[in-house]
């Protein structure tokens, strides 16, 4: 199993980033896919699944509204899109799996913003 984020990169508030997750290894369109997100000095947390029937989605109440979850069979890869971005979005984002009863993460992308 493998998972590969980009798309990461610094922003000013109130701008956008799309990440993306390349993910290999496993027959990723039976898998839910979860983003989360670490920042410094914090503890890891849930940003947004999308189950794998692709029409069920859950976020946290702090991204709500501002980002989108999605994937791509096809492509194998799961999207975030994060608008309306926030200086407390700065963090290591990392997409993850679970194939019972291990969990897979990929190596994460930094995503900072700030003025």
């Known amino acids: 199993v493998q998972l590969v984020e980009s798309g990461g990169g610094l922003v000013q508030p109130g701008g956008s980033l799309r990440l993306s997750c390349l993910a290999s290894g496993f027959a990723f369109s039976r898998y839910h896919m979860s983003w989360y997100r670490e920042a410094p000095g914090k503890e890891r947390e849930f940003v947004a699944t999308v189950y794998s029937n692709a029409g069920t989605t859950n976020y946290a109440d702090s991204v709500r509204g501002r980002f989108t979850i999605s994937r791509d069979n096809a492509k194998n890869t799961v999207y975030l899109q994060m608008n309306s971005l926030k200086p407390e979005d700065t963090a290591v984002y990392s997409c993850?799996?679970?194939?019972?009863?291990?969990?897979?993460w990929g190596p994460g992308t930094q995503v900072t913003v700030s003025s």
């Open positions: 993850t799996v679970r194939l019972w009863p291990t969990d897979y």
